[in-house]
């Protein structure tokens, strides 16, 4: 049987420290508001040199001239609106940390030790179950210099959880929260058309989605989807504000390479989940919009059509109508949502991309015409 010679809490006492910060001099809970702005910028400017100067141009999603044809918006307004939705996030965040006290350490020994007569109290009770499998007794070891001893069972499943299972979980929740609280927001978004015309249609204004675009929102809903759902998932988590810099830095660049129009093979953000660069490109198309539907079809079908008409008419249903997009709604991380609620884009791959040849095509033709 497995035994333990813990009796009592640990007595042991310890000198709380302030952790050194990740980024000398700045405060960690200012390099968590900083940091993810940072990585958004450098990421997208990345993807643009690459989009500007034809390089991975094979993995390119759509063409320059649908970037020209089809985005109702101009580089210069989404920069503007972007910048704008940071330094609002920035202000609010630093209000926030002000009030914040610093996170310490130096106590872990006796946390740990906690655990490990918690672990030993459950295993004590589970003893008479364990009896008839356990063959032999793990020795005792005296933990550290506080006054508790454990078995080294205990302690080793102790540092497990404390160094790697939890920090895990938590990471695990974050990431659950933020998908279902921007699955709700988002969807709700597209539901309702006062909504999707005050607030969400604005995002939709980039057809052709490119990386710095990414938080190209409404600020209100900029606000109420990315502000405030990061801010709950980190309290709901109960995270540090170490990962915190780790976890949205890592969404950050995740959103970014989710709208970098590049579908990248090899690219550790694109395959660690199917919820990546294509999966949330199709949502940005104009393929559920009801109003267009049967234009679109005619429009494929006959080569006298004045292309150009038919991206106006797009434009307008898309300022109007709140069924751009009545898919894949999910974000960031997973699809799971978009299981749940059967709202994952059904066609196959290769419909899919006959799809985007089509608009490809399309695009190309309105360019002509216009230049003629």
């Known amino acids: 049987m497995i035994s333990s010679n813990i009796t ?44 500007t100067n034809n390089i991975l141009s094979k993995y390119k999603l759509h063409t320059p001239a649908e970037f020209l044809r089809r985005n109702r918006v101009s580089v210069h307004d989404v920069v503007k609106e972007v910048l704008t939705q940071h330094v609002m996030q920035t202000i609010l965040g630093g209000i926030i940390a002000y009030f914040e006290p610093d996170e310490m350490a130096g106590c872990e020994d006796r946390d740990i030790a906690a655990w490990a007569l918690s672990i030993s109290s459950v295993l004590k009770n ?22 508790v001893s454990a078995t080294t069972f205990d302690v ?49 204004r980039l057809y052709v989605p490119y990386a710095f ?24 988590a ?17 959103t ?41 079809s005619s429009a494929l079908s006959d080569a006298n059509v004045v292309d150009s008409t038919f991206f106006s008419m797009v434009s307008r249903a898309d300022e109007t109508d709140a069924c751009v997009g009545q898919s894949n709604f999910s974000q960031p991380f997973t699809s799971f949502w978009d299981r749940v609620f059967g709202t994952r884009w059904a066609g196959s791959e290769s419909e899919t991309n006959k799809r985007y040849e089509s608009g490809k095509a399309l695009a190309g033709k309105a360019v002509a015409f216009k230049n003629e």
């Open 8 to 51: 009592s809490l640990p007595t042991g006492t310890c000198i709380p420290h302030p952790i050194p910060p990740l980024v000398a001099p700045l405060p960690d809970k200012y390099t968590l508001l900083l940091l993810p702005v940072v990585a958004y910028w450098t990421l997208s400017l990345t993807f643009h040199f690459c989009d």
């Open 126 to 147: 589970l003893a008479p179950l364990l009896a008839a499998t356990a063959t032999t007794v793990i020795p005792a070891t005296k933990f550290s210099s506080l006054n």
């Open 156 to 204: 080793l499943l102790a540092k497990s959880l404390y160094w790697f299972l939890i920090p895990a979980f938590q990471y695990v929740l974050a990431a659950f929260f933020i998908d279902t609280w921007q699955y709700i927001i988002h969807r709700t978004m597209h539901t309702y058309p006062w909504l999707y015309r005050t607030f969400h249609s604005r995002h939709h």
């Open 213 to 236: 675009g990414a938080l190209y929102n409404h600020p209100f809903e900029g606000l109420v989807e990315d502000t405030v759902g990061s801010l709950l998932a980190f309290k709901v």
């Open 238 to 254: 109960r995270m540090s504000v170490r990962q915190g810099i780790y976890f949205f830095t890592l969404s950050t660049c995740k």
């Open 256 to 296: 970014v390479d989710d709208h970098s129009g590049f579908r990248l093979p090899w690219d550790p953000l694109q395959w660690i989940t199917e919820n990546n660069a294509y999966y949330h490109d199709i949502h940005h198309q104009s393929w559920g919009m009801k109003v267009s539907l049967s234009f679109l």
